[in-house]
């Protein structure tokens, strides 16, 4: 899948703008989260924010303050990763955001589960 994805931003790395990255590509591959990232954002993070990161999982439905989707462009370019990290791990409340986003602290010393998390976000960046 990562092999396909290479070959999809091919046309990038042979221009040199591959960091090793590939954040600000100007075309995105898909994130393909694998291992505790993958099974967290599957059996979780979708049950509210959705397949596509619209927002509009099954348990958004009934949340005072629903979550905002991670397409909106402006919101992207307001956040920094560290943010994400910090609302991913400490939840919404740790950053002045609704308390309906929990907290996550079984990943607190997981930083490359939440490193994940944070990329699978920014993929919905449109
Ligand atoms: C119970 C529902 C629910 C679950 C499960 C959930 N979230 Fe959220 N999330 C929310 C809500 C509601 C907000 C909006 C909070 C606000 O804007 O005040 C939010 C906001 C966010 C934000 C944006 C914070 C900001 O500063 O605007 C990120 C990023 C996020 N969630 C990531 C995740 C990830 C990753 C997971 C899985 C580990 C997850 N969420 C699981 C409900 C949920």
Same mark, same amino acid.
């Given at each position: 899948?990562? #092999?396909?994805?290479?070959?999809?931003?091919?046309?990038?790395?042979? *221009?040199?703008?591959?960091?090793?990255?590939? &954040?600000? /590509?100007?075309? #995105?591959?898909?994130?393909?989260?694998?291992?505790?990232?993958?099974?967290?954002?599957?059996?979780?993070?979708?049950?509210?924010?959705?397949?596509?990161?619209?927002?509009?999982?099954?348990?958004?439905?009934?949340?005072?303050?629903?979550? #905002? *989707?991670?397409?909106?462009?402006?919101?992207?370019? *307001?956040?920094?990763? &560290?943010?994400? /990290?910090?609302?991913?791990? &400490?939840?919404?409340?740790?950053?002045?955001?609704?308390?309906?986003?929990?907290?996550?602290?079984?990943?607190?010393?997981?930083?490359?589960?939440?490193?994940?998390?944070?990329?699978?976000? #920014?993929?919905?960046?449109?």
């Amino acid at each position: 899948m990562f #092999r396909f994805s290479l070959l999809l931003i091919g046309s990038t790395i042979l *221009s040199g703008a591959c960091g090793g990255q590939g &954040e600000d /590509a100007a075309v #995105r591959p898909p994130v393909t989260l694998t291992g505790e990232a993958k099974v967290k954002w599957d059996t979780l993070c979708v049950t509210c924010h959705g397949n596509k990161g619209t927002g509009d999982g099954p348990s958004a439905a009934p949340l005072a303050v629903k979550p #905002r *989707s991670f397409g909106d462009a402006t919101w992207q370019g *307001s956040v920094t990763d &560290e943010h994400l /990290a910090k609302v991913i791990v &400490e939840g919404g409340k740790a950053v002045g955001k609704s308390e309906l986003m929990p907290a996550n602290p079984d990943l607190a010393n997981k930083k490359d589960v939440v490193a994940k998390l944070v990329k699978k976000v #920014r993929s919905f960046r449109p």
